[in-house]
């Protein structure tokens, strides 16, 4: 059984920053392709950050390019998701999913694991 534990989230005022963690259980972290996703009230989850079809080279959403980054280490089981120059449309639930099928993808049925979630608000 493979858990995700996210951390982090908070209130910030706009054009401040977060990072969020992801630590997963088991000894399998490293063939999992990890992402990011979040959800706001009355909206469908959405993908914010990953890793593309090789598992390594990264993806984001054109909403938080230039702003998010995303970044994992194996040795320690975790990935972070680096957000800065956060805007009030930033405000949501957001949710560590990982896939254990080799390569990235921006769809929230290819993955397996998910997190419970860690609410970032972003005050204007």
């Known amino acids: 059984q493979v858990q995700l534990v996210e951390s982090g989230g908070g209130l910030v005022q706009a054009g401040g920053s977060l990072r969020l963690s992801c630590t997963t259980s088991?000894?399998?972290?490293?063939?999992?392709?990890m992402g990011w996703f979040r959800q706001s009230p009355g909206k469908e989850r959405e993908f914010v950050a990953g890793?593309?079809?090789?598992?390594?080279?990264?993806d984001y959403a054109e909403s938080v390019k230039g702003r998010f980054t995303i970044s994992r280490d194996n040795t320690q089981n975790t990935v972070w998701l680096q957000m800065n120059s956060l805007e009030a449309e930033d405000t949501a639930i957001y949710y560590c999913?990982?896939?254990?099928?080799?390569?990235?993808?921006?769809?929230?049925?290819?993955?397996?694991?998910w997190g419970q979630g860690t609410q970032v608000t972003v005050s204007s």
């Open positions: 890793f593309k079809w090789n598992g390594r080279n990264t």
């Open positions: 088991g000894r399998t972290f490293s063939s999992y392709t």
């Open positions: 999913a990982g896939r254990s099928s080799y390569g990235g993808s921006r769809y929230v049925s290819d993955y397996d694991y």
